[in-house]
Structure formats: C-alpha cells, structure tokens
C-alpha cells in the first residue's frame, strides 16, 4: 500500500513540476481527473474498510451487450481499442472510442454495449474494498 501512495505521490508531483520535462525526468501526461462521474454525478466518499485496488481488462466483442449492473466501488478506465456505448436505465449515454477515458458511474444501473467490430479493449482500474465486489449484476 505504501508503495502505491508513494507512486501516486510521484505521479502528482511530476504533473505540477512544470520543470520536470526540462530536467529529462519524465513527461506525465493526466487523462482523466474528476470528483464526478462521466455523467456528472458526485462521486460517493469511500466507504470503510481495507481498502483494495484491482486493475481489470475486460474485452468485449464486437456486437455483444453487457448485462445490466452497477459498481459499488469507485473505477476509471480507459478504452484501448474499438468503440464503447454505455447506457444507464434512463438511457443517458456514454459514446467512446479508442483512447477514451471514463469515471464510471457508482451505485447506478448501467450497461455498455459495442457496437463497433472490432473487440473493444478497457482496462479498469477499481479502488474498492477487501472481500467487497466490483461489479453486481441485476
């Protein structure tokens, strides 16, 4: 856990350090950043207990539906390849393609389609918690 702290620690302190470029430090370059999900929603406080970071990439086929659900746990990602749709129950809509981020909605029933042909590639990252799932089906 420290060292994760730690790397974002790093990770913030380079994005602010508008000399770290010149000094042949790295280069880091912020894709997403937000206090509300792509829908605008508020993102809940963390919740207690242990908390567990899981990164997942999940590969959807061209024309395959995921089946209705929501995440109790904050999450992020971001699409690889193809072409994403994603839906909630009262049919606001995500459209997302190849280099896309997304701050995923939390509590709330959603569902993400491709509609593309091509697999669409996402790696998510969750911040959630010990023994707690990620996603929970309808």
Partial sequence: MKSI??????????????????????????????????????????????LEISILKIVIPPGAKLPLHKHPVINAGLLLTGELTVMTEDKTTLHMKAGDTIIELVNKWHFGKNEGNVPAEIIVFYAGIQGEPLSIEK
């Fill in 5 to 50: 702290i730690n790397g974002i620690c790093l990770a913030l302190l380079l994005s602010n350090n508008a000399s770290a470029k010149e000094e042949n430090k790295g280069d880091v370059e912020v894709l997403a950043k937000s206090t509300t999900s792509w829908d605008g929603s508020n993102l809940p406080n963390y919740p207690n207990g242990k």
